[in-house]
């Protein structure tokens, strides 16, 4: 899945990832247009997973 297709599926598994880790906020999530790695960036500091593996979960959800 390339990233164009991860941004696009992000915004229909954002609320599952809040779920699953409590300490990522509305903010962490906020995807803003061109800046998806950004926002990866952001989660890999809050969840200790890497850019991959975030998006094979992303990708998995």
């Known amino acids: ?3 164009t297709e991860l941004e ?3 915004n229909q ?3 599952k990832f809040k779920q699953k880790y409590g300490k990522v906020t509305d903010d962490d999530v906020k995807y803003s247009e061109g800046k998806f ?3 990866l960036g952001r989660l890999q500091e809050k969840t200790g997973k890497t850019k991959d593996t975030l998006k094979k979960e992303i990708e998995t959800m």
């Open 37 to 39: 790695d950004e926002m």
């Open 13 to 15: 598994v954002k609320g």
């Open 8 to 10: 696009g599926k992000w």
């Open 1 to 3: 899945m390339n990233n």
